[in-house]
C-alpha cells in the first residue's frame, strides 16, 4: 500500500470535514478508515489499497454535506494524486455501494464495498453511535425523543445487515450497548419502551 497517498487521503479528509461539529466530522472519517483495514485484515479477496482509499473518501461528496456532482470531490484528489485510472473507478464503485437508500438495499459487490459499508455501519452503533445520534439530532433542533426514535428506525437493525463474518461480531458488542442504553434510558426517564 502506498502510504504517503494514504496520509494524503487523510490530510484531504480532514480539510473537507474541517467544519462540521455534527455527525460526519473527521473523526467519523478516521475511525471509518481505522475499522475498514482492521476488516480487511481478514478478508484476504480485498485491494487494501482501493478499501483504505474508498473509507477515506467515502463522505466525500455526501449530498448532504456537499454539492457535488458524480463524485467530484473524490475523483479530484484520486486524479490529481496520480492514482491510476482503474484503481480510482474501484475505489469510485466502493465508495457508491456504501448509502443504504442509493442502492435499494442491494449488497455492494465487491469486497472493497463490503468493508467499507460494513465499517461505516459499525460507527453508528456502540458508545460514539449514540454519541452521534444525538449530535445529528440537536443538529437539527431534534427533540431526543426522535433521536431515541431514531435507534428503532435504523440503529438496532444494523446487526443484521453486515456483510462481512469480521464486521458482525464487532456489531454485537456494539448492539448490546445501544440495549443497555436504552434500557438505563427508560429506566432514569420512566418512559415505556415503545
Ligand atoms: P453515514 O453517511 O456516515 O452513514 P448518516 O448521514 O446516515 O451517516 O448519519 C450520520 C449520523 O447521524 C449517524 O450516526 C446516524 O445514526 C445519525 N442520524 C442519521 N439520521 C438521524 C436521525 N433522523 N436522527 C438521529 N440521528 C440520525
Ligand atoms: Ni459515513
Known amino acids: 500500500m502506498d502510504d504517503e497517498l494514504i496520509r494524503r487521503a487523510e490530510t484531504y479528509a480532514r480539510e473537507l470535514f474541517a467544519s462540521d ?3 460526519h466530522d473527521f473523526g467519523h472519517t478516521m475511525r471509518v478508515y481505522r475499522t475498514a483495514m482492521l476488516l480487511a485484515d481478514s478478508e484476504p479477496g480485498c485491494d487494501r489499497t482501493v478499501t483504505a482509499l474508498a473509507a ?6 455526501d449530498y448532504k454535506l456537499f454539492h457535488t456532482e458524480n463524485n467530484a470531490n473524490a475523483r479530484r484528489f484520486l486524479a490529481e494524486n496520480g492514482v491510476p485510472a482503474e484503481t480510482a473507478e474501484r475505489v ?3 465508495v457508491n455501494a456504501v448509502s443504504f437508500s442509493r442502492n435499494a438495499g442491494r449488497r455492494p459487490d465487491t469486497p472493497e464495498g463490503c468493508i467499507v ?5 459499525l460507527d453508528a452503533l456502540g458508545a460514539v ?3 452521534r445520534t444525538f449530535a445529528f439530532g440537536g443538529e437539527h ?3 431526543m425523543s426522535e433521536s431515541v426514535q ?3 428506525d435504523k440503529l438496532l437493525r444494523l446487526r443484521e445487515l453486515m456483510n462481512t463474518p469480521a464486521a458482525a461480531a464487532l456489531a454485537e458488542e ?5 440495549e443497555a442504553f436504552l434500557a438505563q434510558y427508560y429506566k432514569e426517564t420512566g418512559e415505556e419502551r415503545p
Open 56 to 61: 477515506l473518501l467515502h463522505d466525500a461528496d
Open 92 to 94: 469510485i464503485a466502493a
Open 150 to 152: 431514531h435507534f428503532y
Open 141 to 143: 433542533d431534534r427533540p
Open 21 to 23: 461539529a455534527g455527525g
Open 129 to 131: 453511535g449514540i454519541a
Open 174 to 178: 456494539r448492539h448490546a450497548f445501544l
Open 117 to 121: 459499508q460494513d465499517a461505516d455501519r
